[in-house]
């Protein structure tokens, strides 16, 4: 493992990035976060050379690594523990319950940027937009019913799992930048109480990095 730290391209106020922080962090490898200067560009330099515009990416000496998921299979690939079942990808996972919670929490974290930068950019909510919403209150109500029983099939013992950092990063982004009430799901409230306290949790609270004045949150 190399003793520089890593660099992440990306945001401390986006759920992606500290998807990826977390992850680097709990598995004990030295990062710096490299921030995306401009989130509406079109230019791929802005967003590290991600040329559909996107952002984490991880710098490597043998070329990027993009998207959330692929970053933290190389994580564990850099921290030297390939095959480490305690270190739960989602392809470590077999049970069809757990596997459609990670593909409602992807969808739903998507859902939330989607929502956020169409609101930022339009005055009327669009068609799209509101169905974006009732999409993302639909994945959360589906997965805070079933939280014990996903949390009960993901492989144990386990330091962490990419289902939970990303469960725990969506709910956190949907307190930091709050568009409806999260009375409704008391089992993920919960959770992200609990999970917060995890000291890579703590390391990577959502903040605002300093940049562009006119740049939309
Ligand atoms: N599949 C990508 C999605 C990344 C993503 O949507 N990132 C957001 C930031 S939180 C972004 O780049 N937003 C800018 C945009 O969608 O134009 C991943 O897993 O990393």
């Known amino acids: 493992m190399s003793e520089s730290p890593l660099v ?3 945001r401390s106020s986006s759920h ?8 680097a962090s709990e598995l004990g490898l030295p990062w710096t976060l490299e921030v995306a200067p401009r ?17 984490p990416t991880l710098l490597t000496p043998s070329g990027p690594v993009f998207g959330a998921e692929n970053i933290c299979r ?9 095959g480490d079942a305690t270190l739960v990808l989602p ?8 596997r459609n919670a990670q593909e409602l929490i992807w969808v739903a974290m998507s859902a939330q940027v989607s929502a956020r930068l ?4 339009e005055g009327a ?4 937009l509101l169905k974006t919403q009732a999409g993302l209150q639909g994945a959360l109500t589906w997965l805070d019913t079933r939280l014990d029983e996903v949390l009960a099939a ?12 990303t469960l725990l990063c969506l709910i956190d982004h949907l307190r930091f930048f709050p568009s409806f009430p999260l009375d409704p799901y008391p089992r993920l409230n919960r959770f992200a109480d609990v999970e917060g306290q995890r000291a890579s949790a703590q390391r990577t609270v959502f903040r605002f990095d300093p940049r562009p004045p006119k740049d939309p949150r």
């Open 39 to 55: 989130l509406l560009s079109h230019d791929p330099a802005d967003f590290a050379g991600h040329p559909a515009l996107k952002l």
């Open 74 to 82: 190389k994580l564990v690939a850099l921290a030297g523990r390939a």
């Open 8 to 10: 992440i391209h990306g």
């Open 118 to 121: 169409l609101k930022a950019s």
């Open 154 to 165: 993901l492989p144990a013992p386990r330091q962490v799992s990419v289902l939970e950092v």
């Open 125 to 128: 909510p669009a068609p799209y």
């Open 91 to 98: 392809e470590q996972v077999n049970d069809d319950l757990a």
């Open 16 to 23: 992606f990035t500290r998807v990826v922080t977390m992850f």
